[in-house]
């Protein structure tokens, strides 16, 4: 329960943070932040805490030396943007912290793809002690994601499925799969 209220203080305060901010500057000079994103999770689709919802918040960073709109792929690919981020069960399963690099890629006028890879830390199980959660073998797993999206003025509207498992350097590793929903504010 003490890493549920800390990942609820994290997603109010990054909120709340990015919603003072954005009202008190113009376009373009948040400086180092890119954009705030909030969304909604089925938890652990086709496994054991399967049927239970996450509430996510992300924030992501500018990438050191953003490139232009009509940039290429590979220096997209050079340039990715850091972000951290929370996701809370809301059913008391599998709550956990992650960061990481995002890949944005425009595919054809306001459609484009994202993927990320980073890390990530949860509250879950680590043995197979409960059938009703998902032994996760280490604290620390990796995170990675893939979404498809539509870009609207500032507001970034994204279908996302992301994975979290040890890639098998734990005793156990079922992973998490989750698949949702998330809207983005750019700055």
Known sequence: MKHAALISALMLTCAAGAANAADYTAPGEMGFLSELRMGVMAHDVT???????????EV????????????SVWERFLTPRPHIGASLNTDGKTSY??????????VYGPVFVEGS???????GK????????????????????ASIGLDYERIRVMLTVEHSSNAGLGNWNHGL????????YKF
């Open 47 to 57: 496994r054991r805490e399967d049927g239970t919802v996450d509430l996510q918040a």
């Open 60 to 71: 992501l960073f500018n990438a050191f030396g953003t490139p232009a709109e009509n940039a």
């Open 97 to 106: 912290g992650y960061a990481g690099f995002s890949w944005l890629f425009p």
């Open 117 to 123: 890879f980073g890390g990530m830390v949860h509250d």
């Open 126 to 145: 680590l043995s197979n002690t409960d059938p009703d959660r998902e032994p996760l073998g280490t604290r620390a797993l990796f995170h990675e994601s």
């Open 177 to 184: 799969t989750n698949v949702g929903a998330r809207v983005g």
